[in-house]
């Protein structure tokens, strides 16, 4: 069975910063893209960033170019997102996602799936 856990998620102010991470057990990653992303209160589940198997490729949405970084490390079957200068839109619920394939933006491409961790950022 296949299992994906975030965990570094936290009540940070304005301007810190916090790294998530994404452990997956079940299965390797090494072939798989992921991808993370987040859900505020009373919106839609968004797009956050994505790598694609290597980490040779990343990609992100427009609002968080610039301070948030995602990577990867195989060995550790662990994906991380470095989230900087965090902003109080930052807040939500940030997922972790895998998928067989090329990297997505959209989240019905993913097909594993972690519960979630609280990310929460005051002004």
């Known amino acids: 069975q296949v299992r994906l856990i975030e965990s570094g998620g936290g009540l940070v102010q304005a301007g810190d910063s916090l790294r998530l991470s994404c452990v997956v057990s079940?299965?390797?990653?090494?072939?798989?893209?992921m991808g993370w992303f987040r859900q505020a209160p009373g919106k839609d589940r968004e797009f956050v960033a994505a790598i694609n198997w290597s980490g040779g490729r990343t990609y992100y949405t427009d609002s968080v170019k610039g301070r948030f970084t995602i990577s990867r490390d195989n060995a550790k079957n662990t994906m991380y997102l470095q989230m900087s200068n965090l902003k109080p839109e930052d807040t939500a619920v940030y997922y972790c996602a895998a998928r067989q394939d090329v990297a997505a933006r959209q989240d019905v491409e993913y097909d594993y799936w972690g519960q979630g961790t609280q990310v929460t950022v005051s002004s």
């Open positions: 079940g299965r390797t990653i090494s072939s798989s893209a």
